[in-house]
């Protein structure tokens, strides 16, 4: 088993700033991605970024590339999702998750693990 903590959401003005984190403990894997979803009230859970645990690339949705920036700490077990000039449509639950069956993943049924989810709230 694998347990996610996810922590750094928050309120805040269109513009701002916000840094995710995602602590991952338990059982290890090899070749394995990480990935930041959102979900915002009435829609889909979608992916956000993604990245590789062992090679580092990354992969971004289209609406967030040049502004959100996933990284990892291989020391400490935690990706990250620096958000910049976050707009409030970005208002959703962020859920890390952990894939434990490839190095890409892009899709929410390839995630075998999920973090409890952090509020984003950004207002206008």
């Known amino acids: 088993q694998v347990q996610l903590v996810a922590s750094g959401g928050g309120s805040l003005q269109a513009g701002d700033s916000l840094r995710l984190s995602c602590a991952a403990s338990g059982r290890t894997f090899s070749r394995t991605a990480r990935g930041w979803f959102r979900q915002a009230p009435g829609k889909e859970r979608e992916l956000v970024a993604g990245i590789s645990w062992s090679l580092g690339s990354t992969y971004y949705a289209e609406s967030v590339k040049g502004r959100f920036t996933i990284s990892r700490d291989n020391a400490k077990n935690t990706v990250y999702l620096q958000m910049n000039s976050l707009k409030p449509e970005e208002t959703a639950v962020y859920y890390c998750?952990?894939?434990?069956?490839?190095?890409?993943?892009?899709?929410?049924?390839?995630?075998?693990?999920w973090g409890q989810g952090t509020q984003v709230t950004v207002s206008s």
């Open positions: 998750a952990y894939a434990i069956f490839g190095e890409v993943a892009v899709r929410r049924q390839e995630y075998n693990y």
